[in-house]
């Protein structure tokens, strides 16, 4: 693996608390992923919005602008997440798909490919920039634009299941799985828009528990718990 995109979920930034920051969660992927990058490997990061605010958190707010705040909060889980890899010395930019003054830079797949060859870990904030939209459409968009190899999907859960394990004692993990599958069976791996977007252009994703030691560094180096998305 060459390049590769990694999809973390807002909640997961936050640890117990389940909103806002947890310094020590986030310090922990950010050790793993400094492995990674020092093993030469190019990392783009996109995170989600939930710790904050979904597009869906409020009946009585226009969708579009209660979206514009939760793609707002993507920006904000960036920035911060940004600064925890550089406290542990990695070199990190952020990019949005519109102007945030100083704060990120436009992004461009020129400009992603010139930050990734300098060794930086590049933020993918900020979703697709449309209401209407997730992170997860987000991520699928980026690794086909900037060409990774693979959607990493560090989740709450270890992989995909052909029922919800919490509901169901007998559900079954796979260790591998079609997106044809997961679209006819609506297995949730990604949204509904994330999945065709990620068929069509043949982008594999692979799924694993963010809360197991040393996950993300064990799913590339071989000892991989989770559950491959064969496109
Ligand atoms: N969002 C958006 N467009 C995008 C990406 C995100 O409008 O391209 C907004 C949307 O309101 C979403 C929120 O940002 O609910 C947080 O993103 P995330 O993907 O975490 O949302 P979720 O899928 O959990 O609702």
Same mark, same amino acid.
């Given at each position: 693996?060459?390049? @590769? ?20 969660t986030v310090r922990k992927?950010?050790?793993? %992923?400094? +492995?990674?990058? /020092? ?7 996109? $995170? *989600?919005?939930?710790?904050?605010w979904r597009g869906r ?7 579009? &602008? ?6 707002? =909060? ?14 542990? *010395? ?14 990120? !830079? ?7 490919? !010139?930050?990734?060859? !300098? ?5 993918? #904030? ?20 900037? +060409? #990774?190899?693979? @959607?990493?999907? =560090?989740?709450? $859960?270890? *992989? ?11 559900? &079954? &993990?796979?260790?591998?799985?079609? @997106?044809?599958?997961? @679209? #006819? !069976?609506?297995?949730? %791996?990604?949204d509904m828009t994330a999945?065709?977007?990620?068929? /069509? ?10 809360? +197991?030691?040393?996950? $993300?560094?064990?799913?590339? &180096? ?10």
């Amino acid at each position: 693996m060459k390049r @590769i995109l990694l999809k973390l979920s807002g909640e997961a930034l936050a640890g117990e608390k389940k909103t806002g920051f947890d310094e020590e969660t986030v310090r922990k992927v950010a050790l793993q %992923v400094k +492995e990674l990058v /020092d093993d030469g490997i190019q990392v783009g990061i996109v $995170i *989600g919005g939930g710790n904050f605010w979904r597009g869906r958190s409020s009946e009585n707010i226009d969708r579009t &602008k209660a979206d514009q705040i939760g793609m707002l =909060a993507t920006i904000m889980n960036c920035i911060y997440v940004s600064e925890i890899f550089r406290s542990v *010395g990695m070199m990190t930019n952020i990019l949005t798909p519109f102007e945030c003054g100083s704060f990120t !830079k436009l992004f461009s797949k020129d400009r992603a490919n !010139k930050y990734f060859a !300098k060794g930086m870990v590049v933020f993918f #904030a900020g979703g697709t920039g449309h209401p209407y939209f997730s992170t997860d459409t987000g991520v699928v968009l980026r690794a086909i634009e900037v +060409e #990774a190899d693979v @959607i990493l999907l =560090a989740k709450a $859960i270890d *992989g995909v299941y052909n029922a919800d394990p919490a509901k169901d004692p007998t559900a &079954k &993990k796979y260790d591998e799985v079609s @997106i044809d599958e997961v @679209i #006819a !069976k609506n297995l949730q %791996v990604v949204d509904m828009t994330a999945s065709i977007l990620a068929r /069509d252009n043949k982008m594999p994703m692979w799924v694993f528990g963010l809360n +197991e030691e040393n996950s $993300i560094v064990n799913t590339l &180096k071989g000892k991989f718990n989770g559950t491959k998305v064969t496109v």
